[in-house]
């Protein structure tokens, strides 16, 4: 029998969590049950992360999302990424601007500062994750484990910290793909104190792990050609945020190996380069999680997804 390891577990309970939809109702139900474009692949991925009964969907505003679930092997919290309608240059632009360009925010349950949207999304899902894990496990026995892909790869180190200090909760794992910058140099000290075996798995071509961007990725994206003149003020105003990556990277290369992270310079001058041969589709296959693209391919090895 085919084993399925924890990471690839929690990469395929952050792509369940897009079963989601706009329109979904919170409560305790299967969500990729309750769609028929849902393809046989995502059941596939679902039923890979082993759920032991159906598990909570929490939604708040129609954009923020998380499924909560108990396994054999702990309860599982995963937010829900957020993709832009259309993958596309402007697209893209839009998606850039819209959601990783937040200015940084302090709590006192955490130390430094954080990326504002992906805080609040969190705020906005607290009072449904906590009734959803004390009606799993009342008595906070099992191990809990946070993972999420894309935004809710952003979300996953500031709710560990937040539930972790506001309610006292013990969280045994982080696991993120695809996941964005958090925050600042003062919260990824404080954030790697306490999770330092956190993992975010990347990709080759993957721009998202590289934003809030960094001030050489910014003066590198400002050499775009036709770059909108709103995301031209807002990359400038980034670039003094000063966000950066927490945990282990995990770098999943060109051939859907995981190995080393080459060096940041190497990874932009790849996605530059794709950008200026107006190549969106390399871009947005490289963010994918789904079957059939190297996330899955790097992590789970052949494993769950049958073509």
């Given at each position: 029998m085919t084993t399925v390891n924890l990471n690839c577990k929690l990469l395929c309970a952050s792509e369940a969590a897009y079963c989601i939809q706009p329109d979904s109702h919170p409560g305790k139900y299967n969500p990729c049950k309750s769609d028929p474009s849902i393809t046989k692949n995502i059941i596939n991925q679902y039923n890979a992360v082993g759920f032991i009964e159906d598990p909570y969907v929490c939604v708040s505003s129609q954009i923020e999302a998380c499924l909560v679930g108990k396994t054999d092997y702990g309860i599982v919290v995963s937010f829900r990424g957020t993709l832009p309608p259309a993958w596309n240059l402007p697209s893209i632009f839009d998606w850039i601007e819209n959601i990783?360009?937040?200015?940084?925010v302090s709590s006192p349950y955490f130390t430094g500062k954080v990326h504002s949207g992906f805080f609040l999304a969190v705020k906005l899902l607290e009072s449904q994750i906590l009734a959803a894990v004390h009606a799993l496990d009342p008595s906070h026995r099992y191990p809990l484990y946070f993972t999420g892909h894309s935004?809710?790869?952003?979300?996953?180190?500031?709710?560990?910290?937040?539930?972790?200090?506001?309610?006292?909760?013990?969280?045994?794992?982080t696991i993120r793909i695809a996941g964005p910058k958090p925050g600042d140099q003062e919260f990824a000290?404080?954030?790697?104190?306490?999770?330092?075996?956190?993992?975010?798995?990347?990709?080759?071509?993957?721009?998202v792990p590289l934003l809030p961007p960094s001030k050489l990725f910014v003066d590198t994206l400002l050499l775009i050609p036709d770059l909108p003149e709103s995301l031209k003020h807002l990359l400038k105003d980034a670039a003094s945020w000063n966000y950066?990556?927490?945990?282990?990277?995990?770098?999943?290369?060109?051939?859907?190996?995981?190995?080393?992270?080459?060096?940041i310079e190497e990874r932009i001058g790849e996605i530059m380069w794709k950008l200026i041969e107006l190549d969106a589709s390399a871009i947005a296959d490289a963010h994918h999680a789904s079957c059939g693209y190297r996330y899955m391919q790097g992590v789970c090895q052949g494993n769950v997804c049958k073509f």
């Open positions: 990783f360009m937040a200015p940084p935004k809710g790869g952003g979300m996953v180190p500031i709710a560990a910290m937040y539930f972790r200090n506001k309610y006292s909760w013990r969280i045994t794992q000290d404080g954030f790697n104190a306490v999770f330092p075996a956190d993992i975010n798995y990347q990709n080759y071509l993957d721009i950066v990556n927490v945990g282990i990277d995990a770098y999943i290369n060109e051939d859907g190996v995981v190995t080393r992270p080459p060096l």
